[in-house]
């Protein structure tokens, strides 16, 4: 059975930094795009970052465009886990943060494989 664990989120004010975990279980670790979704309430799911875990391609990364200079996704695979260092963050950061694996960057942007229980990030003063 995969699991993706998701940890790390809590509430920090405006500026400030976080870190998500996620750690897989049950897969192949460095055969996956694996990274964070995000949804605030009344908003739709928004893919955030993915990082390639392994092959060819290991260590390329994607970033959603408002969270460029500030995210950092990072991997390290002896541990079977994903990183995302969130600094400066803003209020529009807020939401519930999922991590997501699939075996291709279109299923994991389609969000067709695995995913773990949300982790709630707020930003506020």
């Known amino acids: 059975e995969v699991q993706l664990q998701a940890s790390g989120g809590g509430l920090v004010q405006p500026g400030g930094s976080l870190r998500l975990s996620c750690t897989a279980s049950?897969?192949?670790?460095?055969?996956?795009?694996i990274g964070w979704f995000r949804q605030a309430p009344g908003k739709e799911r928004e893919g955030v970052s993915c990082?390639?875990?392994?092959?060819?391609?290991?260590?390329?990364?994607f970033y959603k465009d408002s969270v460029k200079g500030r995210f950092s996704i990072s991997s390290d695979n002896a541990k079977n886990t994903v990183y995302l260092q969130m600094n400066n963050l803003k209020p529009e950061d807020t939401a519930v943060y999922y991590c997501?694996?699939?075996?291709?960057?279109?299923?994991?942007?389609?969000?067709?494989?695995?995913w773990g229980k949300g982790t709630q990030v707020t930003v506020s003063s």
């Open positions: 997501a694996a699939s075996p291709s960057l279109s299923r994991w942007f389609d969000g067709m494989d695995y």
């Open positions: 990082i390639r875990t392994g092959g060819r391609d290991r260590g390329s990364t």
């Open positions: 049950g897969l192949t670790f460095d055969d996956y795009f």
